[in-house]
C-alpha cells in the first residue's frame, strides 16, 4: 500500500525537476540542510573518538566529511594563490560572506589547526550546531558588543598560546548584494591584539548561478582568490581602521575581477528552441551533469 502512495511522487519529482527552477532551488536548498545534518550525526562519534570532545583538531575530520558535498550540488572551486596559506604560525583569514554555501568553499582550502567564529545561536543548529561546538568554533553574540570583544580578546590568547588560525566574516552578515559590506572591526582587532598578520581570502560571485530572492540555484564555478597576508606586526588599536580599509580595498578589488573573470555558470548556455529549454535548464541545475564522486 505504501508503495502505491509512493508512485505519484516518484512520477511527478523528474517533471518538477525538469521543468520547475523554483522547484529545484527549494529541493536543492533542503537536501543540502538535510544533507549536512546527516553528516554531522556520523561525523560527531568520529570526533569524539579522535579528540575526546571539543579540539581544533578535529576540524580535520569534518574538513574531509563535508569536501565532497560539492558535487552533489554541481559545485566546482577554481583556486589560486595557494602559496599564500603555505605557512607556518597563527593568522586571521578574512573572506567575504554570500551565503551557507561558503562553508563549502572553507572546506575546500581550510589550512590545518584552523577554526572559525560564528554567531553564537549556530551552537542551537541540532546536530550541526555540535559539530561546530566539537570543532572549537568561537562562538560570539552579536547582540552584546561587551560581550563578543570579551571573547575575541581570549580568543587573541588562545591564537598565541595554541598556534591556530581563525577564520572570520568581517561583513558580519551575508551579502549577496555585488560587492562587499563595509567591515566590523573585530576580526582587526583580533589581528592586532594578536600581533599576527591578515590572510585575505576572496569569493567569486554567486550571481550566475545562486539567486536567493529569485529562487534560481543552477550548477556553477566559484574562483576562490588566496591574497598576500597583511602584516600588523607593531600596530596598535589606532591602526585598526587604516587595516580594515587596506584589507577592504583589496578584498573589492579582487571581488570585482575575479567576479567578471569566473565562468560562474557550469554547462553551455546556447539558445534554444522551446522544446529544448527544459533540457538545459535541467542540465544547468546540475541534474543531468556526469561528476566524478570523490570515493
Same mark, same amino acid.
Given at each position: 500500500?505504501?508503495?502505491?502512495?509512493?508512485?505519484? %511522487?516518484?512520477? /511527478?519529482?523528474?517533471?518538477?525537476?525538469? +521543468?520547475?527552477?523554483?522547484?529545484?532551488?527549494?529541493?536543492?536548498?533542503?537536501?543540502?540542510?538535510?544533507?549536512?545534518?546527516?553528516?554531522?550525526? #556520523?561525523?560527531?562519534?568520529?570526533?569524539?573518538?579522535?579528540?575526546?570532545?571539543?579540539? &581544533?583538531?578535529?576540524?580535520? /575530520?569534518?574538513?574531509?566529511?563535508?569536501?565532497?558535498?560539492?558535487?552533489?550540488?554541481?559545485? !566546482?572551486?577554481?583556486?589560486?594563490?595557494? *602559496?599564500?596559506?603555505? +605557512?607556518?604560525?597563527?593568522?586571521?583569514?578574512?573572506?567575504?560572506?554570500?551565503?551557507?554555501?561558503?562553508?563549502?568553499?572553507?572546506?575546500? @582550502?581550510?589550512?590545518?589547526?584552523?577554526?572559525?567564529?560564528?554567531?553564537? *545561536?549556530?551552537?542551537?543548529?541540532?546536530? /550541526?550546531?555540535?559539530?561546530?561546538?566539537?570543532?572549537?568554533? %568561537?562562538? @560570539?553574540? !552579536?547582540?552584546?558588543?561587551?560581550?563578543?570583544?570579551?571573547?575575541?580578546?581570549? $580568543?587573541?590568547?588562545?591564537?598565541?598560546?595554541?598556534? &591556530?588560525?581563525?577564520?572570520?566574516?568581517?561583513?558580519?552578515? !551575508?551579502?549577496?548584494?555585488?560587492?562587499?559590506?563595509?567591515?566590523?572591526?573585530?576580526?582587526?582587532?583580533?589581528? %592586532?591584539? $594578536?600581533?599576527? !598578520? /591578515? +590572510?585575505? @581570502? %576572496?569569493?567569486?560571485?554567486?550571481?550566475?548561478?545562486?539567486?536567493?530572492?529569485?529562487?534560481?540555484?543552477?550548477?556553477? +564555478? @566559484?574562483?576562490?582568490?588566496?591574497?598576500?597576508?597583511?602584516?600588523?606586526?607593531?600596530?596598535?588599536?589606532?591602526?585598526?581602521? $587604516?587595516?580594515?580599509?587596506?584589507?577592504?580595498?583589496?578584498?573589492?578589488?579582487?571581488?570585482?575581477?575575479?567576479?567578471?573573470?569566473?565562468?560562474?555558470?557550469?554547462?553551455?548556455?546556447?539558445?534554444?528552441? #522551446?522544446?529544448?529549454?527544459?533540457?538545459?535548464?535541467?542540465?544547468?541545475?546540475?541534474?543531468?551533469?556526469?561528476?566524478?564522486?570523490?570515493?
Amino acid at each position: 500500500m505504501d508503495a502505491v502512495w509512493m508512485l505519484p %511522487v516518484l512520477l /511527478v519529482l523528474p517533471l518538477l525537476l525538469w +521543468t520547475s527552477s523554483t522547484f529545484v532551488y527549494y529541493f536543492k536548498k533542503c537536501f543540502y540542510v538535510a544533507y549536512m545534518m546527516l553528516l554531522a550525526v #556520523a561525523t560527531i562519534p568520529l570526533c569524539i573518538l579522535k579528540s575526546g570532545g571539543r579540539d &581544533i583538531e578535529n576540524m580535520r /575530520v569534518i574538513r574531509f566529511m563535508v569536501r565532497h558535498v560539492k558535487y552533489f550540488l554541481g559545485l !566546482r572551486y577554481q583556486v589560486s594563490g595557494w *602559496e599564500h596559506l603555505q +605557512t607556518e604560525g597563527p593568522y586571521v583569514i578574512i573572506s567575504n560572506h554570500q551565503s551557507s554555501l561558503d562553508v563549502l568553499g572553507m572546506m575546500e @582550502i581550510l589550512p590545518d589547526r584552523c577554526t572559525m567564529v560564528a554567531k553564537k *545561536e549556530l551552537v542551537w543548529a541540532g546536530t /550541526v550546531g555540535m559539530i561546530c561546538w566539537l570543532g572549537g568554533i %568561537v562562538f @560570539i553574540n !552579536r547582540q552584546k558588543t561587551r560581550d563578543a570583544k570579551n571573547v575575541m580578546s581570549e $580568543a587573541a590568547k588562545t591564537m598565541i598560546a595554541d598556534q &591556530i588560525r581563525l577564520w572570520v566574516f568581517p561583513e558580519g552578515t !551575508r551579502n549577496q548584494n555585488g560587492g562587499l559590506l563595509p567591515f566590523k572591526k573585530g576580526a582587526f582587532h583580533l589581528a %592586532v591584539q $594578536a600581533q599576527v !598578520r /591578515v +590572510t585575505p @581570502i %576572496v569569493f567569486s560571485s554567486y550571481s550566475n548561478f545562486y539567486l536567493r530572492k529569485q529562487k534560481r540555484f543552477l550548477t556553477g +564555478t @566559484i574562483t576562490l582568490k588566496i591574497l598576500p597576508k597583511i602584516e600588523t606586526k607593531g600596530l596598535t588599536a589606532d591602526d585598526v581602521t $587604516a587595516l580594515s580599509d587596506q584589507s577592504f580595498g583589496v578584498m573589492h578589488s579582487a571581488f570585482l575581477e575575479i567576479s567578471s573573470q569566473a565562468p560562474q555558470c557550469n554547462g553551455a548556455v546556447q539558445p534554444l528552441s #522551446a522544446a529544448g529549454a527544459p533540457y538545459l535548464s535541467l542540465r544547468q541545475q546540475g541534474w543531468l551533469e556526469t561528476t566524478p564522486l570523490p570515493w
